[in-house]
């Protein structure tokens, strides 16, 4: 393994069904799908190979959709292509420009400006008196083109150089900020640049690992978080408005990393490799044991964050040890992975799907950004399947609301029998008390026991009388006040005092309709006593 190049892999951001592999040379693959939706199988194609570019060690497809089929790779030489690949019987394919450096060294990493396109940043290596970070412009022309044996344009002056005597071996151009750098060197700085500074001065640096800064990348949903890594097997995650400190360190365990990457379709996961290991683990930042600065939050102010932590959310073993891994950039949860033998697998990662279930048999589930939901197709339901949701359903689709008439034929409709007698009930006290005044009121228990309601007379004296306790069953011997309104609460229940057993007990089978009649009594009180 030791005598085999390392191998990269990246999905097209423009075709999504192709990727590249680079490592000896450049290949495009392409993925058909055969057979029906139920026995699918996926076939891996090779498309094209563009061996103008060797033993590259770096690239990066090109956000240009006029540049779809173009990518740039860096190569130990410090140079820079622009290579595309050729279309299955078609020519086309080659390198079409290179940018040189001053002095030949060793370009570690590539990174196109997501806004301005053409722009393209790259990182070399150490050279006294020289920057080891320049970007390019790949519409460039110089005042004295000159064309390699192949044909293609060289371009010898970059349009910005950053670093100076330090090699720079990870960067990435910070989202929202067109014109600022971020990047790692092998000095363990991470540090960030601003082009339109007159010079080359970081803007914001921090001494971020114990080693070098081997990876820089953006989170695509939080534009002032970054992850960087190193070969301790340590990733931490920053704030860039506060870059004293970070948000939290990863413990690996103990493996050198070899990349990291945040998926693009689902917040705050982050994927890593390390060296000689099978296993892809999956980091989910937004775990609740791990509190991070919201993008609301003001950094300088927010509460101290948990510092470590070291248990991924899940890991995928792949059949042989990972080199690259690369995320769909629009398949949810389409991870891409590549060995040093150059063994690809397509990884559809699942995750636990969560349920709801409704009262009427209809269920909801979650699939990635997808919410989805299917209806039952039984509109048959058993009486001793018709819990208190179906049933208030069933009565808010009928109109149930404060109408009485209205509510008693309804419960009619419905078949319920107790609140249908509580609405009759409590229309026939309403008609009464209307005609008889705020103040006289027979009182419930009359009510519920007169044999004819209408012929029942509203005035104090139906009320049935009750004998007060003795003074020697009292046990409070103080004074007792009582308010008008309270008065006239017990002389509508028909009670001068406190309800006895006895009378409960003896209208027990009346009691859900005396209990749903007080309450709603009690909820219109202020309207009955006119307050």
């Given at each position: 393994?030791?005598?085999?190049r390392?191998?990269?892999?990246?999905?097209?951001?423009?075709?999504?069904?192709?990727?590249?592999?680079?490592?000896?040379?450049?290949?495009?693959?392409?993925?058909?799908?055969?057979?029906?939706t139920?026995?699918?199988?996926?076939?891996?194609?090779?498309?094209?190979?563009?061996?103008?570019v060797?033993?590259?060690k770096?690239?990066?497809w090109?956000?240009?959709?006029?540049?779809?089929?173009?990518?740039?790779?860096?190569l130990?030489?410090?140079?820079v292509?622009?290579?595309?690949?050729?279309?299955?019987?078609?020519?086309?394919?080659?390198?079409?420009?290179?940018f040189?450096?001053r002095?030949?060294?060793?370009?570690?990493?590539v990174?196109?400006?997501?806004?301005?396109?053409?722009?393209?940043?790259?990182?070399?290596?150490?050279?006294?008196?020289?920057?080891?970070?320049?970007?390019?412009?790949?519409h460039?022309?110089?005042?004295?083109?000159?064309?390699?044996?192949?044909?293609?344009?060289?371009?010898?002056?970059?349009?910005?150089?950053?670093?100076?005597?330090?090699?720079?071996?990870?960067?990435a151009?910070?989202?929202?900020?067109?014109?600022?750098?971020?990047?790692?060197?092998?000095?363990?700085?991470?540090?960030?640049?601003?082009l339109?500074s007159?010079?080359a001065?970081?803007?914001?640096?921090?001494?971020?690992?114990?080693?070098?800064?081997?990876?820089?990348?953006?989170?695509?949903?939080?534009?002032?978080?970054?992850?960087?890594?190193?070969?301790?097997?340590?990733?931490?995650?920053?704030?860039?408005r506060?870059?004293?400190?970070?948000?939290?360190?990863?413990?690996?365990?103990?493996?050198?990393?070899?990349?990291?990457?945040?998926?693009?379709?689902?917040?705050?996961?982050?994927?890593?490799?390390?060296?000689?290991?099978?296993?892809?683990?999956?980091?989910?930042?937004?775990?609740?044991?791990?509190?991070?600065?919201?993008?609301s939050?003001?950094?300088?102010?927010?509460?101290?964050?948990?510092?470590?932590?070291?248990?991924?959310?899940?890991?995928?073993e792949?059949?042989?040890?990972?080199?690259?891994?690369?995320?769909?950039?629009?398949?949810?949860y389409?991870?891409?992975?590549?060995?040093?033998?150059?063994?690809?697998?397509?990884?559809?990662?699942?995750?636990?799907?969560?349920?709801?279930?409704s009262?009427?048999?209809?269920?909801?589930?979650?699939?990635?950004?997808?919410?989805?939901?299917?209806?039952?197709?039984?509109?048959?339901?058993?009486?001793?399947e018709?819990?208190?949701?179906?049933?208030?359903?069933?009565?808010?689709?009928?109109?149930?609301?404060?109408?009485?008439?209205?509510?008693?034929?309804?419960?009619?409709?419905?078949?319920?029998?107790?609140?249908?007698?509580?609405?009759?009930?409590?229309?026939?006290?309403?008609?009464?008390?209307?005609?008889?005044g705020?103040?006289?009121?027979?009182?419930?228990?009359?009510?519920?026991?007169?044999?004819?309601?209408?012929?029942?007379?509203?005035?104090?004296?139906?009320?049935?009388?009750?004998?007060?306790?003795?003074?020697?069953?009292?046990?409070?011997?103080?004074?007792?006040?009582?308010?008008?309104?309270?008065?006239?609460?017990?002389?509508?229940?028909?009670?001068?005092?406190?309800?006895?057993?006895?009378?409960?007990?003896?209208?027990?089978?009346?009691c859900?309709?005396?209990?749903?009649?007080?309450?709603?009594?009690?909820?219109?009180?202020?309207?009955?006593?006119?307050?």
């Amino acid at each position: 393994m030791a005598g085999q190049r390392r191998k990269l892999v990246e999905w097209s951001p423009h075709w999504p069904e192709r990727f590249a592999i680079g490592s000896a040379d450049l290949r495009l693959y392409e993925i058909s799908v055969e057979g029906k939706t139920s026995r699918k199988k996926r076939n891996i194609n090779l498309i094209s190979v563009n061996s103008d570019v060797q033993s590259l060690k770096c690239f990066q497809w090109s956000p240009d959709v006029t540049l779809s089929n173009a990518v740039a790779a860096g190569l130990p030489s410090g140079k820079v292509v622009l290579a595309t690949f050729s279309e299955p019987g078609g020519g086309g394919g080659g390198v079409v420009k290179e940018f040189v450096p001053r002095n030949s060294r060793p370009c570690s990493a590539v990174a196109w400006n997501p806004v301005y396109q053409n722009h393209l940043a790259a990182a070399l290596g150490k050279v006294r008196c020289d920057f080891s970070t320049l970007v390019w412009d790949v519409h460039q022309i110089g005042p004295s083109p000159t064309m390699t044996e192949g044909g293609a344009e060289t371009v010898m002056r970059p349009m910005g150089e950053l670093n100076m005597s330090e090699a720079t071996v990870a960067l990435a151009w910070v989202p929202g900020q067109p014109s600022c750098l971020a990047t790692g060197t092998g000095a363990r700085w991470l540090r960030i640049y601003d082009l339109r500074s007159s010079d080359a001065t970081a803007r914001k640096s921090v001494l971020a690992h114990s080693k070098g800064v081997y990876g820089v990348s953006f989170d695509p949903f939080h534009d002032r978080r970054l992850a960087t890594f190193s070969d301790d097997g340590d990733i931490k995650v920053w704030d860039v408005r506060k870059l004293r400190d970070p948000l939290f360190t990863i413990h690996t365990g103990g493996k050198s990393v070899m990349q990291i990457a945040w998926c693009p379709t689902r917040s705050g996961i982050l994927a890593s490799i390390a060296k000689d290991d099978r296993f892809v683990k999956l980091w989910d930042t937004k775990d609740s044991s791990i509190h991070i600065a919201s993008e609301s939050s003001d950094a300088a102010t927010s509460p101290e964050p948990l510092r470590e932590f070291s248990r991924p959310c899940r890991s995928y073993e792949a059949t042989e040890a990972v080199s690259w891994v690369s995320w769909h950039p629009t398949r949810e949860y389409r991870l891409l992975t590549v060995s040093t033998s150059g063994f690809v697998e397509v990884v559809p990662l699942h995750e636990s799907i969560p349920i709801s279930w409704s009262a009427c048999d209809d269920v909801c589930f979650a699939y990635g950004r997808q919410l989805i939901a299917a209806e039952s197709t039984s509109t048959r339901i058993l009486p001793g399947e018709q819990d208190i949701s179906y049933i208030m359903k069933h009565r808010a689709q009928g109109g149930y609301s404060m109408d009485m008439e209205k509510n008693r034929k309804l419960m009619d409709t419905l078949g319920d029998g107790e609140l249908k007698a509580a609405w009759t009930w409590l229309a026939s006290m309403t008609a009464k008390t209307e005609r008889a005044g705020h103040h006289t009121f027979p009182g419930i228990l009359s009510l519920l026991t007169a044999t004819d309601a209408s012929k029942t007379t509203l005035t104090n004296e139906s009320t049935p009388s009750r004998t007060t306790p003795s003074s020697s069953s009292v046990h409070d011997t103080g004074a007792r006040t009582l308010s008008p309104h309270r008065r006239l609460c017990l002389r509508m229940c028909g009670w001068e005092g406190s309800p006895s057993n006895d009378v409960i007990a003896q209208y027990c089978p009346l009691c859900n309709v005396v209990v749903i009649c007080a309450l709603v009594l009690c909820c219109d009180m202020w309207w009955i006593c006119g307050i």
